[in-house]
Structures are given as structure tokens and as C-alpha cells.
């Protein structure tokens, strides 16, 4: 990582504290801005911060991360050598979902994330980003629901794979199984 790169990322960092481009900026403790390595080779990009996101400025630091870390565990990959973010950087009240206004006011960020980790492999997380995610590299044509292309190869300069949300595992053990089966196939990105 050349000084160049850590300190734009230094610089967005700064940005994202004092941005009020959006009317999450309101309620929110701590922007979540992202956990891990700036020389990571695979990226997660969740949805937004929750309840002790907010409060920790950690992502995936609550329940749904601890499964995230369940199944980088399972595949011998170090939280600490990949990237993990979420499109959105401060939390929607409630925990609602977040809206298009407030992704496209947020994306400059994400934006500049993906510039400057310059991931191999970027894993959105949920169907708000997956889309997004999608739509950015030039995937229009192969968004579907979740459903069916979780756990997807798609192939472009990056690779794109979508997952479910961890999210929706807490409640169903069914969705864990699927959860674990998708992630296997980051085995070999991983090193
Ligand atoms: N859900 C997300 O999408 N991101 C987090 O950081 C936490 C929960
Ligand atoms: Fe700014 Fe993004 Fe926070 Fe909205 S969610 S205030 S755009 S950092």
C-alpha cells in the first residue's frame, strides 16, 4: 500500500465523519466506515451499520457479524486480511432498510473504498447490495433475485460473488447450511 493510498484513505475517513449529505448523519453515534485490510484481496460490502455498529463504529460487530466470522472461520480466512464494509456508512433508524437517496448520497465512499483496496474479489452481502454492487461493475443483465444467484462467479476485471445477508441465518437454520455451502468457494480466492 503505497503512503499515497492510506492517505486518501485518511482523507475519506475525515469525509465520511463530517458528511451530512444525507439524513442518516442525524441520528447516527459513529459512521461505520470499515474493518480489516487495505491490501485485502476480498472485500464484503454488508448493508448498513446497526444498533452496536453504531455504537462501536465496527461493522459487523453484532449478531450477524459473529456468524460473518463463523464462516470466515470455517474457511481459514483472517478477518483480518480481508476487507468487510457496507454501502451505507451511519445507521437507518430502526434498522430500515436504506433507501436509493441515501445509497447514491453514501456511494462516493464506497466508491473510493474500492479504488484504493482494489479488491480481486468483491462479496456483496444482502440484495441492496448485491444490486448496487451490480450495477456498478457493468452486471445489469445478471442481476436476479438473491435467491438465485447467491453464491454466483460472476467474472469481470473483479469478481463479483453475492451472497445472502448473514442475517437472515439467525433465525434459520436452513439459510446457515446455505450460508456455509456459498462460502466454501472462497477458499481459493483467499490466499
Ligand atoms: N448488517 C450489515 O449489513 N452491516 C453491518 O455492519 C452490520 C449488520
Ligand atoms: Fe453521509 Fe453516508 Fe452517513 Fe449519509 S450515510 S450522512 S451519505 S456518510
Known amino acids: 500500500m503505497s ?23 442525524k441520528k447516527r453515534k459513529a459512521p461505520v466506515i470499515g474493518y480489516g485490510s487495505l491490501k485485502a484481496k476480498i472485500m464484503f460490502i454488508g448493508e448498513a451499520p446497526g444498533a452496536k455498529e453504531d455504537v462501536t463504529g465496527i461493522p459487523f460487530c453484532g449478531r450477524s457479524g459473529k456468524f460473518l466470522d463463523e464462516l470466515l472461520k470455517l474457511n481459514k480466512i483472517d478477518r483480518e486480511k480481508v476487507y468487510i464494509c457496507n454501502i451505507i456508512k451511519c445507521r437507518p433508524p430502526e434498522n430500515r432498510d436504506p433507501g436509493e437517496k441515501e445509497i447514491k448520497a453514501c456511494s462516493r465512499f464506497i466508491e473510493k473504498q474500492i479504488e484504493i483496496i482494489s479488491p480481486n474479489v468483491i462479496c456483496p ?9 451490480m450495477e456498478r461493475f457493468g452486471l445489469v443483465n445478471d442481476i436476479d433475485v438473491i435467491g438465485k444467484i447467491h453464491g454466483k462467479v460472476f467474472k469481470g476485471k473483479e469478481i463479483i460473488i453475492p451472497f445472502y445477508h448473514p442475517a437472515v441465518a439467525l433465525y434459520n437454520p436452513k439459510m446457515k447450511d446455505v450460508l456455509k455451502k456459498d462460502f466454501k468457494i472462497l477458499k481459493k480466492y483467499a490466499d
Do not use: A, I, N
Open 3 to 25: 503512503s499515497k493510498k492510506e492517505k486518501e484513505f485518511e482523507e475519506m475517513t475525515k469525509d465520511v465523519f463530517l458528511c451530512k449529505k444525507c439524513v442518516l448523519c
Open 125 to 133: 452481502l444482502g440484495r441492496h447490495s448485491m444490486k448496487f454492487v
